[in-house]
Protein backbone atom coordinates (compact mmCIF):
# COMPACT_ATOMS: atom_id res chain seq x y z
CA UNK A 1 0.00 0.00 0.00
CA UNK A 2 1.02 3.58 -1.08
CA UNK A 3 1.67 6.18 2.12
CA UNK A 4 -0.84 8.14 -0.72
CA UNK A 5 -3.47 4.95 0.19
CA UNK A 6 -3.39 5.54 3.53
CA UNK A 7 -3.73 9.02 3.89
CA UNK A 8 -6.61 8.81 1.75
CA UNK A 9 -7.99 5.70 4.05
CA UNK A 10 -7.15 8.23 6.82
CA UNK A 11 -9.20 11.53 5.79
CA UNK A 12 -12.30 10.91 5.74
CA UNK A 13 -12.32 9.47 9.17
CA UNK A 14 -10.43 12.65 10.70
CA UNK A 15 -12.72 14.71 8.76
CA UNK A 16 -16.21 13.51 9.97
CA UNK A 17 -15.00 13.70 13.65
CA UNK A 18 -13.87 17.69 13.08
CA UNK A 19 -17.47 18.08 11.02
CA UNK A 20 -18.94 16.28 14.36
CA UNK A 21 -17.16 18.62 16.82
CA UNK A 22 -17.86 22.03 14.92
CA UNK A 23 -21.36 20.41 14.73
CA UNK A 24 -21.80 19.73 18.19
CA UNK A 25 -19.59 23.02 19.35
CA UNK A 26 -22.65 25.08 17.14
CA UNK A 27 -25.34 23.66 19.08
CA UNK A 28 -24.12 23.62 22.44
CA UNK A 29 -22.53 27.54 22.47
CA UNK A 30 -21.37 28.81 26.00
CA UNK A 31 -24.09 29.92 27.84
CA UNK A 32 -23.40 33.42 29.33
CA UNK A 33 -25.41 36.17 31.39
CA UNK A 34 -25.29 39.99 31.37
CA UNK A 35 -25.56 41.69 34.58
CA UNK A 36 -26.05 45.33 33.71
CA UNK A 37 -23.96 47.93 35.44
CA UNK A 38 -24.17 51.30 36.98
CA UNK A 39 -23.27 54.02 35.27
CA UNK A 40 -22.63 56.12 38.58
CA UNK A 41 -19.97 54.30 40.07
CA UNK A 42 -16.35 54.58 38.76
CA UNK A 43 -15.43 50.40 39.17
CA UNK A 44 -14.40 48.27 36.11
CA UNK A 45 -17.74 47.16 36.39
CA UNK A 46 -19.44 50.24 35.64
CA UNK A 47 -20.37 49.24 32.54
CA UNK A 48 -22.00 45.63 33.65
CA UNK A 49 -20.15 42.52 33.42
CA UNK A 50 -20.32 38.84 31.22
CA UNK A 51 -21.08 36.02 33.41
CA UNK A 52 -20.10 32.55 31.79
CA UNK A 53 -23.36 29.87 33.25
CA UNK A 54 -22.05 27.15 30.91
CA UNK A 55 -19.13 26.28 28.57
CA UNK A 56 -20.28 24.71 26.20
CA UNK A 57 -19.12 22.06 24.25
CA UNK A 58 -16.22 23.87 22.29
CA UNK A 59 -14.74 21.88 19.16
CA UNK A 60 -10.87 21.30 19.60
CA UNK A 61 -9.66 22.42 16.71
CA UNK A 62 -11.26 25.97 15.59
CA UNK A 63 -13.65 26.14 12.12
CA UNK A 64 -10.76 29.04 11.33
CA UNK A 65 -7.64 26.42 12.30
CA UNK A 66 -9.15 23.78 10.22
CA UNK A 67 -9.61 26.34 6.85
CA UNK A 68 -5.71 27.62 7.21
CA UNK A 69 -4.95 23.69 7.38
CA UNK A 70 -6.79 23.12 4.33
CA UNK A 71 -5.65 25.53 2.36
CA UNK A 72 -1.51 24.56 3.22
CA UNK A 73 -2.47 21.04 2.32
CA UNK A 74 -4.27 21.74 -0.84
CA UNK A 75 -1.37 23.57 -1.88
CA UNK A 76 1.15 21.60 -1.22
CA UNK A 77 -0.88 18.36 -2.91
CA UNK A 78 -1.36 20.65 -5.76
CA UNK A 79 2.38 21.17 -6.70
CA UNK A 80 3.13 17.46 -5.84
CA UNK A 81 0.79 16.54 -8.22
CA UNK A 82 1.96 19.14 -10.87
CA UNK A 83 5.51 17.60 -10.47
CA UNK A 84 4.14 14.05 -10.60
CA UNK A 85 2.08 15.39 -14.08
CA UNK A 86 4.81 16.89 -15.22
CA UNK A 87 7.27 14.01 -14.69
CA UNK A 88 4.92 11.49 -15.99
CA UNK A 89 4.44 13.88 -19.65
CA UNK A 90 8.23 13.62 -19.82
CA UNK A 91 8.80 9.94 -19.75
CA UNK A 92 6.19 9.52 -22.54
CA UNK A 93 7.88 12.35 -24.43
CA UNK A 94 11.06 10.14 -23.82
Sequence with gaps: MCPADCHCTLRPGRASLLEAEAFVSALHP????????????VDPEAFGSMEVLDPGLPA????????????TVLRYETAIENKLYRALHYLERL
Design 30 to 41: PQTVYHPGTLTA
Design 60 to 71: RVSNDAIDEINR
